[in-house]
């Protein structure tokens, strides 16, 4: 009998997988798709020669994460390729508000009236940033802080809305900037808690910055399940789990899976009912004749940019997916351009590209359109560098990840108490009503991002479990 089982080879599957098979326990990993990956791939999704992400891109939380950094990843071929600017966020203008390394040139492209103003929100937190990231990503309530003081100020700033933190600023480019930067995680901007996910990122840009991985997303995947198997793991794709019997015996089972399909494999009726589901993502790859033809020049040097007019623009575009059911004229976009500093990612000379907005969950239609005239609001010219797209709305994502229910690439709505208590409003999220079955999706804290932490902070429930049986 297996010690372990997991089902779900995502970033937070083969984390947990990992951390148990470290403590010398026996662990086998099962997955439904034909490889390893989950929200952490690389395919040819257009073109032969052109490597897209199917998913996530640019890595700030993965490059931050305590889990990922204390795993000898770099070992088994992870390496970090960082742009010469983490983020850029153009203007119609031409002009650009940038997210550098530097706090200083971050500051200096908001303007004079608002430089000292960004200073202060996130320098008295820098020095500490290693402690807070570990205190906020790891168990919830349940675990005492490294640094309470710190993580009592990060609260006090965090806590509010982000339309309330966005006071501090004078000018429209940083309060674009920052609200783009809650945008990543589909939350409405007068949101609880959404200052502390602004400023999260931009703290993680600011320590570590936010890189690509070399030849691709799958390289995280790849290096976990390599170390996996080296410790005396098995992973077996094509795979699919629809109910326990599936499984081998085990004395524990782990699923970084949607609460809805662990309820719907281990039988647990309604109990994850009340869990929400937030908008979906229109996703499209592109393989590229040449670089995106950006007005900004430091758009041109970023490995992420958003694409968003001015913070109202963004907050009617997150309304309309979130509140009024509708997909936006103007989506607000995140962007990421891998081959701007990793030229294997696409043949001499070309490039990939890839764009997303927000739609409602579930929605059928096609962002095609509107996504294109945005970006040649700021890359004008840019519908010529097309050579091919490949096109995934909410129904295209969630067929190819089961986690992303209705589109939702945050695998559950980052809005209200969900922000901190999920899947449920409980002390001890990784656990279920079966005691030797546990959750480690992104449906548990910390919540969506490749960092493999509620992988991490799942095995520790595990094993204290496997120790008392």
Not at 2 to 20: I, K, R, S
Request: net charge positive.
């Amino acid at each position: 009998m297996l010690d372990a089982v997991v089902v779900g080879a995502g970033p937070n599957g083969l984390t947990a997988a990992v951390e148990l098979a470290r403590r010398g326990f026996s662990v086998a990993v099962f997955e439904a798709q034909g490889a390893v990956g989950g929200g952490a791939r690389t395919e040819e999704l257009t073109l032969p020669g052109f490597r897209h992400d199917p998913c996530s891109a640019a890595h700030p939380l993965a490059i931050n994460s305590p889990a990922f950094r204390a795993l000898p990843l770099e070992r088994y071929g992870l390496e970090w390729l960082h742009a010469e600017l983490p983020m850029a966020h153009p203007f119609p203008d031409g002009s650009a508000a940038v997210l550098a390394r530097s706090v200083g040139e971050t500051a200096a492209s908001f303007g004079p009236r608002d430089a000292g103003a960004y200073r202060r929100l996130v320098e008295p937190f820098l020095p500490r940033w290693d402690a807070l990231v570990r205190d906020f990503m790891s168990l919830p309530l349940t675990a005492l802080p490294r640094d309470p003081v710190t993580l009592a100020r990060f609260g006090l700033v965090g806590l509010p809305p982000s339309s309330l933190l966005m006071r501090r600023f004078r000018d429209e480019p940083a309060r674009t900037l920052f609200a783009g930067l809650v945008a990543h995680v589909m939350a409405p901007l007068g949101g609880f808690a959404t200052s502390a996910i602004g400023l999260v990122f931009a703290l993680a840009a600011h320590a570590r910055g936010w890189p690509v991985a070399r030849g691709g997303s799958q390289a995280i995947s790849d290096a976990l399940a390599a170390y996996l198997r080296d410790l005396g793991g098995s992973v077996h794709t094509d795979y699919e789990v629809k109910r326990l019997d599936d499984l081998p015996p085990a004395r524990a089972y782990v699923f970084d899976t949607s609460p809805t399909a662990l309820a719907r494999i281990a039988g647990f009726g309604s109990h994850y009912a009340d869990y929400r589901y937030g908008p979906g993502a229109f996703k499209i790859d592109y393989a590229l004749d040449g670089p995106v033809p950006w007005t900004a020049n430091e758009a041109r040097v970023a490995g992420t940019v958003q694409i968003g007019a001015d913070r109202a623009e963004i907050a009617t575009a997150l309304r309309a997916a979130s509140r009024e059911g509708r997909a936006p004229d103007k989506p607000f976009l995140i962007t990421v351009q891998p081959s701007v500093v990793d030229p294997t990612r696409a043949p001499a000379g070309k490039h990939v590209f890839w764009a997303y907005g927000h739609v409602p969950h579930g929605w059928t239609g096609d962002l095609t359109d509107a996504i294109e005239r945005q970006l040649e609001r700021f890359a004008p010219g840019f519908r010529d560098r097309v050579l091919a797209r490949a096109t995934a709305g909410p129904p295209q994502l969630a067929a190819r990840n089961a986690n992303y229910v209705g589109g939702d690439i945050a695998s559950g709505a980052v809005s209200g108490l969900q922000i901190l208590l999920r899947p449920k409003p409980t002390l001890f999220p990784y656990h279920t009503p079966h005691p030797a079955v546990f959750i480690c999706s992104s449906a548990t804290p910390p919540g969506p991002g490749v960092h493999g932490m509620s992988g991490h902070n799942a095995a520790k429930a595990v094993w204290k479990r496997l120790r008392q049986t």
